[in-house]
């Protein structure tokens, strides 16, 4: 894939791609494989979050960030967006714009409350939200096989990701309650298919 151009060939800026999903729905899984698969791709990047969570933890590799730091950076602009979620705090690095600015793919893991956020600073033709879905039977599998939750907990997650909706522009769709190769094919496929006409300039 190579970059966007408009109509005149001129090229044209780039794409910030905005994962969301509800707990368990295999978001990480996807974003690992995707990035290992597109690392020789060098328009496409996916650059790691910060989060108040120590170095070394279970999970994504991120940088990590001391929670009485991370209002002071947010503060001083060092956040494109950032959000709370299940007592961390989670930060897009502000060089991002930059990158999608100079043409770059970005790919990022968001919450869905930062998406009119990501429209309103990047604008809303430069946005693509990818939304990852699987049937609530293999979310309580997932999360079950995690072992992070109890049983409560895990039911809690799952009443929230039956409410789990997302709509507006450039929103694409991934299923991914099949096997892990189906949902990976059809994640890339989302990164990369092109833009509407009707929002290219």
């Known amino acids: 894939m190579t970059g966007r151009h408009a109509k005149d060939g001129a090229p044209q800026s780039g794409l910030l791609v905005l994962v969301v999903g509800p707990s368990g729905v295999g978001k990480d899984t996807l974003l690992d494989a995707a990035r290992d698969r597109l690392s020789n791709t060098p328009h496409i990047c996916f650059p790691r979050r910060c ?33 709370k979620a299940h007592n961390l705090c989670y930060g897009i690095p502000r060089h991002v714009q930059d990158d999608v600015a100079s043409g770059k793919t970005v790919i990022v893991n968001v919450s869905r409350s930062v998406i009119d956020d990501a429209h309103s600073l990047v604008g809303r033709d430069n946005v693509r939200v990818v939304s990852i879905r699987a049937n609530i039977d293999v979310l309580r599998q997932r ?28 929103i694409v769709h991934v299923d991914n309650d099949g096997d892990l190769e189906t949902g990976i094919t059809r994640f890339i496929e989302a990164v990369e298919m092109p833009m509407p006409i009707a929002n290219r300039a």
């Open 51 to 83: 989060i108040t969570r120590p170095a070394g933890a279970i999970g994504e590799a991120h940088i990590p960030v001391r929670p009485e730091d991370f209002g002071q950076m947010a503060r001083q602009g060092a956040f494109l967006l950032s959000w």
């Open 143 to 170: 999360l079950h096989a995690r072992g992070r939750e109890d049983a409560l907990d895990i039911e809690r997650r799952l009443a929230r990701a039956s409410a789990y909706h997302v709509d507006g522009d450039n």
